[in-house]
């Protein structure tokens, strides 16, 4: 985790907090931040239906929020299917369970380095 600055990890943390109390499934955090200019941590997580997927989002916009971090953008919010959340430093994608699979960014950004939620 060499390049991630701590106001990443503390955008993480808060997020990655609000994800686990709104019951996401699987939640991960992805060091892109030697792999790629756009980001320092990827947060992926996913809900077992639509309603939920728009609550995890709902929370983790809140919790960042009230500590003065704003969205610069939000997208896929309506349909609920991957919502994609970029902060700047953080980007997190709340999917539901059959377009994680379907898009598997794992795999996709699997140069990054895949960190224990924990550690942060």
Do not use: P
């Amino acid at each position: 985790m060499s390049n991630i600055t701590e106001k990443s990890k503390e955008m993480a943390r808060l997020a990655i907090k609000a994800l686990e109390d709104t019951k996401a499934v699987d939640v991960r955090a992805l060091d892109i931040s030697e792999v790629s200019v756009m980001a320092d941590l990827f947060i992926i997580a996913s809900g077992s239906s639509t309603k939920q997927v728009k609550a995890l989002g709902d929370h983790v916009d809140e919790a960042l929020g009230r500590a003065g971090y704003e969205a610069k953008d939000i997208e896929g919010y309506e349909g609920a299917k991957w919502i994609l959340m970029d902060y700047g430093d953080i980007i997190i994608h709340i999917f539901d369970e059959e377009n994680r699979k379907f898009y598997d960014l794992e795999r996709i950004w699997r140069d990054g380095q895949q960190i224990e939620t924990s550690e942060l």
